[in-house]
């Protein structure tokens, strides 16, 4: 799927990250499953008001070198973490926006209207299963269906063959959306032009579209951590939850 699978390491336990220096790094983070609890339906995710602190807190800490990198759009991080000016790369990396707001973004495909509806079709005879439509992409959730996940994995398969969207699994969701832009590539963007430019990419993320962001930081001098129990991947070090994330964050001085 993202071209290094062959590269990863076999499932072993991560050591836990080691402090880092804010004056030295940028710091990437995902969101659902990193730094906010992965919820049955994305609209229904939890921002506390200890995490906005903490964020802000970042943001001062890194001057400028804090982004969140996350398969939400743009504008639903805005939404959902709003007046805290970090960086935020949305869409799976086809959306970049730097912390002033400024920012660029594919045109939508026509042909999501096609797969939207298909989605939708199946989710009215597979209950249970939630269709997202996202400003460059449709995801399709089983999370409350998990007894769907073959049928679920049959379509989007057949619309990625049949419209040329790129498939993207995630945790209990595939996505469709073009296929130009990854994680990885949002990172190597923002790492190749100030105030980023220069230091040490840090990236903290769960899932499998993750992975194109570790090998990045690892490329580009840094590390990649990864959260939840071990699996293969690009990361070096790890940490078991969101609760351990936050704490993490919280020693940064």
């Known amino acids: 799927m993202f071209g290094h699978d062959k590269d990863m390491p076999t499932n072993t336990v991560l050591p836990p990250p080691p402090v880092i220096t804010p004056a030295t790094a940028s710091l990437f983070l995902d969101f659902d499953g990193t730094i906010v609890q992965i919820a049955d ?25 804090l982004a969140v990198v996350s398969g939400r759009s743009v504008a639903t991080i805005r939404e959902l973490v709003p007046d805290i000016p970090f960086a935020i790369a949305g869409s799976h990396g086809l959306e970049l926006a730097r912390a002033d707001g400024q920012s660029i973004a594919p045109e939508r495909p026509a042909i999501l209207d096609a797969v939207l509806n298909e ?21 399709l959730h089983f999370r409350n269906a998990p007894e769907t996940a073959d049928a679920c994995e049959f379509l989007v398969t057949e619309l990625s063959a049949r419209t040329g969207l790129a498939l993207q699994p995630g945790h209990m969701v595939y996505e469709l959306r073009p296929g130009n832009a990854d994680k990885g590539t949002a990172i190597e963007a923002m790492m190749a032009k100030p105030p980023m430019h220069g230091t040490m990419p840090v990236f903290i993320g769960d899932d499998l579209t993750d992975e194109p962001a570790f090998l990045a930081a690892s490329n580009g001098g840094g590390i990649g951590i990864l959260v939840g129990p071990p699996r293969q991947t690009m990361a070096r070090y790890g940490l078991p939850d969101v609760v351990s994330v936050l704490a993490w964050l919280e020693r940064i001085k």
């Open 41 to 65: 339906r994305p609209d229904a995710v939890i921002v506390s008001d200890a995490l906005r602190i903490l964020l802000t807190r970042l943001q001062e800490l890194f001057d400028g070198r």
């Open 119 to 139: 989605m939708r079709q199946f989710s009215e005879q597979n209950p249970g299963t939630l269709v997202e439509e996202k400003p460059l992409g449709a995801a």
